[in-house]
């Protein structure tokens, strides 16, 4: 299975992007989906997550009405629109597979893809 991110780039304060993550396969139709992200010299932190159905989402009190997690079944793809950005935001984006649980390491995601990285620039 591969996780393939994008939409990553350089934006100012107060700006909007949109990442995608697409799955290779069909197979993990039934598992939820998230996003993580690493900001230089912090850990790996959870930013959202959204059930197999879409029909759930959970999100970071850091980011929860700024960003935004969606998926297109169809196309097995997550989204991540990320509004109102500042500094804290800048950081590599992940996106993952699991089944979702916050008792759970990692919230219970098990396959990752490649980061995309999102520079904030104030």
């Known amino acids: 299975v591969q996780l393939q991110a994008s939409g990553g780039g350089w934006v100012q304060a107060g700006g909007s992007l949109r990442l995608s993550c697409a799955a290779s396969?069909?197979?993990?139709?039934?598992?939820?989906m998230a996003w993580f992200r690493q900001a230089p010299g912090k850990e790996r932190e959870f930013v959202a997550a959204?059930?197999?159905?879409?029909?759930?989402?959970f999100y970071a009190g850091s980011v929860k009405g700024r960003l935004t997690i969606s998926k297109d079944s169809a196309k097995n793809t997550v989204f991540l629109q990320m509004n109102s950005l500042n500094s804290e935001d800048t950081a590599v984006y992940y996106c993952a597979v699991g089944v979702y649980s916050n008792r759970l390491r990692n919230y219970g995601m098990e396959y990752w893809g490649k980061g995309t990285l999102v520079t904030v620039s104030s």
């Open positions: 959204i059930s197999w159905s879409g029909k759930t989402t």
């Open positions: 396969t069909h197979t993990y139709t039934n598992y939820d």
